[in-house]
């Protein structure tokens, strides 16, 4: 019995492991937009940055916007000023504490009492990354990627980021 309990321990640890490391990524675009007349861009500077709550270092911040920089470059797009620009290109991040209670086992009130099963809580920040492309003539946003739970901790690694932002951005341009 011991080495059952022990069984769906490991499983369950197991599960939450991969859980907690998957990406969810989700696109929506204007489908009216023509994405084929776009081959300039410029990283757009968000404003009131200073009023906001920090999410990321700044450091981070530079992380991702290279990144993005460097993913639509192999992507054919040629980096630009914001006046030269076709499109431009922002992003933010949120953080978030995220708590998971997890059961285990079997409940039941037997001749002795309560018996059986056990409740842990993990917590464990979360991060979402919101990357937006504006149409520079229109001003209107064109296109949005969205990966929830990108990052699991306020300073992820070089490769983390690398891997976050492409897997947010392989869906840009969309398909017709």
């Known amino acids: 019995m011991r080495r059952l309990i022990s069984l769906a321990l490991a499983i369950v640890a197991i599960v939450f492991a991969l859980a907690c490391s998957s990406m969810k990524?989700?696109?929506?675009?204007?489908?009216?937009?023509?994405?084929?007349a776009y081959s300039a861009f410029a990283l757009f500077e968000r404003q009131g940055k200073e009023s906001r709550r920090p999410q990321m270092s700044p450091i981070v911040d530079q992380r991702i916007a290279a990144k993005m920089a460097s993913e639509l470059e192999d992507k054919g797009f040629v980096t630009t000023s914001p006046r030269k620009a076709d499109f431009l290109v922002t992003f933010y991040t949120a953080v978030r504490r995220r708590v998971v209670i997890n059961r285990t086992g079997w409940y039941s009130w037997g001749g002795?009492?309560?018996r059986g099963g056990a409740t842990w809580v993990n917590s464990y920040p979360e991060g979402t990354l919101v990357i937006d492309i504006i149409d520079r003539r229109s001003r209107q946003l064109v296109w949005r990627g969205v990966g929830e739970g990108a990052f699991t901790s306020n300073n992820p690694s070089d490769e983390k980021v690398a891997k976050r932002v492409s897997k947010i951005l392989s869906s840009f341009p969309p398909k017709s």
């Not at 990524?25 to 084929?36: C, E, G, I, K, Y």
């Open 25 to 36: 990524v989700r696109a929506d675009h204007d489908s009216q937009n023509d994405f084929s």
């Open 112 to 114: 002795w009492g309560w």
